[in-house]
């Protein structure tokens, strides 16, 4: 079938894909946005009898602009909204957003006139974790599913070609 | 002398009712004397922590049809004596306004606008009353029983 | 004015914010490093000089006072958790205790130490939060994973006893939702022996660290008088002289049986605050070992089936017990009319309730006095005139705890 037959696998676009993939799920540098009880689970995740390091993923970076991954930590309310979003807006490609909770998924037991029903009304978001809030377990494995997530995507989308 | 007993004796006139439940007093009171108790208290009866300040709306109480809609209450305690003692001050839906206290407590600041935010009552003599727990554009006051629960003001537009 | 014509220079002319008589105006927050919660601070400052600011908080306002108003008084149980999310068996307890005096229900004595112990492991997790995170963002990362370690072991003890970790939802109105694990005490021991190394570690790394002690020491200052004027309590108000605890000065469940000191400093600065929170916490521990020491046998919750739940095994035997079991699990308690103001002491400190009962099943309004909020509405005032630096060391030391200060 012509060319790429004799290419195989090792057709260029496809190599970088995985090289720049590997690279990236590896080194997530987050952007932790905590308001609220999950917090205290995610300083757990943190620490050293759960350890988030093992998964290249420890390293907080407090300015938006040098974050990858954007932790949405606890309950967003109608007042906090706009700070997110902004957050969010002045994070660089390639970013990805970890809803963490069930409050920040769809806003949880609060349903009230303050809270915003879920985060995904406000930014897109990749990863979803339930719990109220979510045991150690839950946010490694989050982890694991965001990695397997950023291993399958391209580089062609962020060049607009794909 | 019990504390209870020289508030009733010095503020007699202005006392509406002594109302003791599960141990505790609760002292229902004319708003126009809040100042003046509460300096009396602070200091003659040794009443020097201002515990709590909150407000509550008595809409649609059962018993309460013709009483004022709100009632503010205090709680204070002395560290002398240890004692606890509760005011409540009813007050008009149509002219909702009462003395502040930020003269005499500090902490009765961010109460006050704390009961402002959430109930729309005037304190006459605060130096910042604005919103503190909700935002500028919120209209209406979310903790009055005629607001309703789920009735969002969102500052920014959500998507479904 | 001399160091802020450097900063221009350095910075390029346009790129500081000042205003008319030179000052540069800055927002820290709502989402900054330093601020391990929620809350915005717009600071005025002359240099690095702290000449004004303005605290707004209102971030994690999540509505707990009107929702409360529309569910039944066990459906509270759950919201209280995430009041004070650091140390939730306190809140649970606070609010049971609150409802039980409104109804007039007297609680087991088991029960009653069950929720002095677990208030107590409660208390432990907050000072050790609160240490551990202050002295990461004052940079000693060591003391914070040390402190975490020994929180996890707390945790476990928690999720072992009540199936949570943070959020328990332990208590019920009348009683606890189950007893306690047979192997507690031993269990606990076991916790309490990383807890006590990994504290006297802190201690040996903090209390007479030269940087550590520098960036408290005088900062954050308030006097007696003002302290008690902003209504400051716990830690905070015991760090400025006054021996106000709730557990001693209105003692309730069985903390008149239990022999233990409350801390006291008077300095009135972050320093003292540290001292008298690592000093809270061995007093802690010292009450958990009493109270299993003495702690009877007997049943967990009150036998008024109007108000607790009957036990599994009887609702399926006994008809009453089932109706009862329907009719609690449907509607809920129903307190009489009236109105309850109840205090505890909280991680923060006067943790109260203000219950009001229109009769029915569902409360006309819960207020929380919480410890949080008159201590942050000072933080304006202990940080004035300081310097930016100080202000993280100060905000670590305020505790400040978003659901309990916002609601």
């Known amino acids: 079938m012509g060319l790429e037959t004799i290419f195989g696998n090792s057709f260029l676009t496809s190599r970088v894909d995985e090289a720049v993939n590997w690279a990236r799920k590896y080194s997530f540098f987050q952007y932790p946005f905590v308001t609220a009880c999950c917090g205290m689970e995610f300083m757990s995740v943190w620490a050293s009898t759960y350890d988030i390091a093992r998964f290249g993923a420890e390293f907080p970076r407090f300015s938006p602009r040098q974050a990858d991954v954007l932790f949405v930590v606890g309950t967003v309310n109608e007042k906090l909204a706009p700070s997110l979003k902004r957050v969010y807006d002045q994070m660089a490609e390639p970013k990805w957003v970890v809803s963490f909770g069930v409050c920040a998924t769809s806003g949880g037991f609060y349903d009230n006139y303050a809270t915003v029903q879920g985060i995904d009304k406000i930014i897109p978001v990749d990863v979803y974790i339930p719990g109220c809030p979510p045991r150690p377990q839950a946010i490694l494995d989050a982890l694991i599913k965001l990695q397997e997530k950023v291993s399958k995507e391209t580089v062609l989308k962020y060049k607009g070609l794909k | ?160 | ?407």
């Open chain 3, 1 to 407: 004015m001399e160091i802020l014509e450097k900063i221009k220079k350095i910075a390029g002319n346009n790129s500081v914010e000042t205003t008319e008589d030179g000052k540069i105006v800055l927002n820290m927050g709502p989402s900054h490093p330093a601020m391990h919660g929620i809350v915005k601070i717009y600071l005025t400052l002359e240099g690095e000089k702290v000449s004004d600011c303005d605290v707004e908080i209102g971030y994690l306002h999540r509505g707990f006072e009107k929702t409360c108003e529309n569910i039944n008084y066990n459906q509270v149980v759950p919201y209280t958790d995430r009041l004070n999310y650091v140390s939730p068996f306190i809140n649970n307890v606070g609010y049971a205790l609150a409802v039980e005096k409104l109804m007039g229900v007297k609680t087991p004595e088991r029960c009653d130490y069950i929720r002095t112990v677990m208030s107590e492991i409660s208390r432990i997790t907050d000072h050790l939060t609160c240490i551990g995170a202050n002295a990461m963002e004052l940079g000693a990362f060591t003391v914070y994973f040390y402190l975490i370690n020994a929180r996890e072991e707390l945790y476990k003890l928690g999720d072992y006893v009540a199936g949570g970790r943070i959020t328990p939802n332990y208590t019920r109105i009348g009683g606890v939702a189950k007893d306690l694990p047979e192997d507690f005490a031993q269990k606990t021991q076991e916790a309490f022996k990383v807890l006590e190394k990994n504290l006297s570690d802190t201690e040996k790394l903090l209390s007479r660290n030269r940087i550590f002690y520098d960036r408290l020491k005088d900062t954050g200052k308030i006097t007696k008088e003002e302290a008690v004027s902003y209504s400051f309590t716990g830690p905070m108000i015991r760090a400025c002289g006054v021996d106000y605890d709730v557990r001693k000065d209105s003692p309730y469940l069985v903390y008149d049986r239990f022999d233990f000191e409350i801390p006291v400093c008077s300095d009135g600065d972050n320093y003292a605050r540290y001292l008298v929170r690592l000093e809270e916490i061995k007093q802690s521990v010292s009450i958990v070992r009493q109270a299993l020491k003495q702690i009877p046998k007997g049943p967990i919750s009150s036998r008024d089936f109007s108000v607790a739940l009957p036990s599994k095994e009887e609702t399926y035997s006994n008809i009453e017990a089932l109706m009862a079991h329907f009719k609690l699990t449907f509607e809920g308690p129903k307190p009489p009319k009236g109105e309850i103001y109840f205090p505890v002491e909280g991680g923060n400190g006067e943790l109260g309730f203000y219950i009001i009962s229109d009769g029915t099943h569902k409360p006309w309004r819960v207020r929380v006095r919480p410890p949080c909020f008159p201590i942050t509405s000072a933080l304006s005032r202990l940080i004035k005139g300081g310097y930016v630096a100080d202000i993280i060391a100060t905000f670590g030391q305020i505790n400040m705890i978003g659901g309990e200060l916002e609601r």
């Open chain 2, 1 to 160: 002398m019990k504390a209870i007993e020289s508030l009733k004796e010095k503020f007699s006139d202005k006392i509406i009712s002594h109302d003791s439940f599960a141990g505790q007093d609760f002292i229902t009171a004319k708003k126009e004397c809040l100042k003046d108790m509460a300096v009396f208290l602070r200091d003659e009866l040794h009443f020097d922590f201002l515990s709590d300040l909150t407000c509550v709306d008595y809409k649609g109480y059962p018993g309460r049809e013709n009483a004022p809609r709100f009632e503010t209450v205090y709680h204070f305690y002395s560290h002398k004596t240890k004692e606890r003692i509760s005011l409540k001050f009813p007050i008009e839906e149509t002219s909702p306004n009462i003395d502040s206290l930020t003269g005499l407590w500090l902490a009765a600041n961010w109460y006050e606008r704390e009961v402002y935010d959430m109930y729309g009552i005037h304190f006459t003599g605060h130096p910042d009353l604005r919103r503190i727990l909700m935002y500028e554009e919120f209209k209406g006051h979310p903790l009055r029983k005629d607001y309703p629960l789920k009735a969002r003001q969102p500052r920014i537009p959500h998507e479904d």
